[in-house]
């Protein structure tokens, strides 16, 4: 079984990928409760790089499951390295392998999104690394292939809790008139913050900084502060 936390859709690829490529299943750490992993052959974890670590709902996942005796493996997507993200994680839940994919930004509210050939290319790239991935997980090998890049435990720990402290305010978040009062955004998010109130979303105090919500408006009504106003939008069903 491989469970996996996805906001704009890399990492849920990344993990349904895997598992068609090792006959297995994936499912989102969002649907239930931690499952029995009694007789499971092989536990993974895919999930996306948030400032250097690993996102809280996943951190929070990994903490409700039990002792398994199958090969465990976790995989991050990221813009370009992970710091000491999987070895953390490892301590929590032990990972035989643990690897790092680089994947299309989707950081909006940071900087302006790759462009879509830049796009197709990382996408290919990754098909192939995940087709080797896959190879190696079935043959049980233990493997640490992650991309910590510089300054790594400096990163994977101020940094990462600057960002969880301070980063992850939702009053930035603003929608403008093009919003239809679909209320896709709340019911994509993940903490249950957005709710709607005379057919527009509201944001409560909690967030992940996912951005599913900025990401998948099919309206492209919301607004993260003045800089994505004049950014892109990525989901990658918009190149499979």
């Given at each position: 079984m491989i469970f996996y936390f996805s906001g704009t859709g890399n990492s849920?690829?990344?993990?349904?990928?895997?598992?068609?490529?090792?006959g297995d299943s994936a499912k989102s750490i969002l649907e239930g409760k931690a499952p029995d992993l009694t007789g499971e052959a092989r536990v993974g974890l895919v999930f996306p790089i948030y400032a250097w670590g690993v996102p809280e709902p996943m951190l929070d996942f990994v903490k409700?499951?039990?002792?398994?005796?199958?090969?465990?493996?976790?995989?991050?997507t990221c813009g370009a390295d992970a710091g000491h993200a999987m070895k953390k994680l490892s301590k929590i839940f032990h990972l035989d392998s643990s690897y790092s994919l680089v994947m299309?930004?989707?950081y909006v509210v940071g900087s302006e999104l790759d462009s879509p050939e830049e796009v197709r290319g990382k996408l290919a790239a990754a098909k192939k690394s995940l087709d080797t991935i896959a190879g190696e997980i079935s043959r049980r090998e233990r493997v640490y292939r992650v991309k910590e890049g510089k300054l790594a435990f400096l990163k994977s720990n101020f940094i990462n809790k600057g960002f969880n402290g301070f980063a992850r305010s939702t009053k930035p978040f603003s929608v403008t008139d093009r919003c239809?009062?679909?209320?896709?955004?709340a019911a994509l998010c993940p903490t249950k913050t957005i709710t709607m109130a005379d057919g527009k979303p509201r944001w409560g105090d909690k967030c992940y900084q996912c951005l599913a919500c900025i990401n998948r408006c099919p309206q492209r009504a919301i607004e993260y502060g003045e800089e994505t106003k004049v950014r892109g939008r990525y989901t990658i069903e918009q190149y499979l």
């Amino acid at each position: 079984m491989i469970f996996y936390f996805s906001g704009t859709g890399n990492s849920r690829w990344a993990a349904q990928t895997l598992a068609e490529s090792l006959g297995d299943s994936a499912k989102s750490i969002l649907e239930g409760k931690a499952p029995d992993l009694t007789g499971e052959a092989r536990v993974g974890l895919v999930f996306p790089i948030y400032a250097w670590g690993v996102p809280e709902p996943m951190l929070d996942f990994v903490k409700t499951l039990p002792k398994t005796d199958g090969f465990t493996f976790g995989l991050c997507t990221c813009g370009a390295d992970a710091g000491h993200a999987m070895k953390k994680l490892s301590k929590i839940f032990h990972l035989d392998s643990s690897y790092s994919l680089v994947m299309p930004n989707n950081y909006v509210v940071g900087s302006e999104l790759d462009s879509p050939e830049e796009v197709r290319g990382k996408l290919a790239a990754a098909k192939k690394s995940l087709d080797t991935i896959a190879g190696e997980i079935s043959r049980r090998e233990r493997v640490y292939r992650v991309k910590e890049g510089k300054l790594a435990f400096l990163k994977s720990n101020f940094i990462n809790k600057g960002f969880n402290g301070f980063a992850r305010s939702t009053k930035p978040f603003s929608v403008t008139d093009r919003c239809v009062g679909c209320g896709q955004c709340a019911a994509l998010c993940p903490t249950k913050t957005i709710t709607m109130a005379d057919g527009k979303p509201r944001w409560g105090d909690k967030c992940y900084q996912c951005l599913a919500c900025i990401n998948r408006c099919p309206q492209r009504a919301i607004e993260y502060g003045e800089e994505t106003k004049v950014r892109g939008r990525y989901t990658i069903e918009q190149y499979l």
